[in-house]
């Protein structure tokens, strides 16, 4: 396990608000240099606790407002490479997460609208060796910040 401070941890809130926040902006929120905040970052990067930057995206201004989870069940000899081969296919899925037990993964889908969701699943059942599905619509959604 990395070892990071407190301060590490509020760097890491401030870029987890805004990736692109300044090393002057966040020298001011934290109390040192600009020199100092870059220096952490530089090193959070180095042992990898910082993976990358990115942007977040309003997907329904995009027309992407619909997003579900699917249930997908697979006879138990399917190996898992299969499973991830079925979802990756399919370009409105955006993650796939194989787990254990009943069912054999979840994919997390966004689409147009609910019967943009019905070709997707249709698409799904008809893959690989399906066996079954069990779809639940996003009403909204809240994300943690561990590194709060």
């Not at 299969?82 to 993650?95: F, H, K, L, N, Y």
């Not at 969701?117 to 619509?137: E, F, M, P, S």
């Given at each position: 396990m990395a070892e990071v401070d407190e301060i590490d941890h509020h760097v890491l809130r401030l870029l987890r608000e805004d990736g692109?926040?300044?090393?002057?902006?966040m020298a001011d929120r934290v109390g040192l240099s600009v020199a100092a905040v870059?220096?952490?970052?530089?090193?959070?990067?180095?042992?990898g606790v910082i993976t990358g930057f990115?942007?977040?995206?309003?997907?329904?201004?995009l027309g992407w407002g619909i997003e579900a989870f699917t249930e997908l069940r697979?006879?138990?000899t399917t190996p898992v490479s299969?499973?991830?081969?079925?979802?990756?296919?399919?370009?409105?899925?955006?993650?796939v997460f194989t787990i254990a037990g009943d069912p054999d993964a979840l994919i997390h889908v966004r689409v147009r609208d609910l019967g943009h969701?019905?070709?997707?699943?249709?698409?799904?059942?008809?893959?690989?060796?399906?066996?079954?599905?069990?779809?639940?619509?996003v009403l909204g959604s809240w994300t943690r910040d561990l590194s709060a």
């Open positions: 692109r926040r300044t090393f002057s902006d870059k220096r952490r970052v530089d090193r959070l990067r180095e042992i990115s942007v977040q995206i309003d997907y329904g201004k697979y006879p138990g299969e499973i991830i081969r079925t979802a990756t296919d399919v370009p409105e899925v955006q993650a969701l019905q070709q997707i699943i249709d698409r799904l059942r008809r893959a690989g060796d399906v066996t079954g599905t069990k779809t639940l619509l």
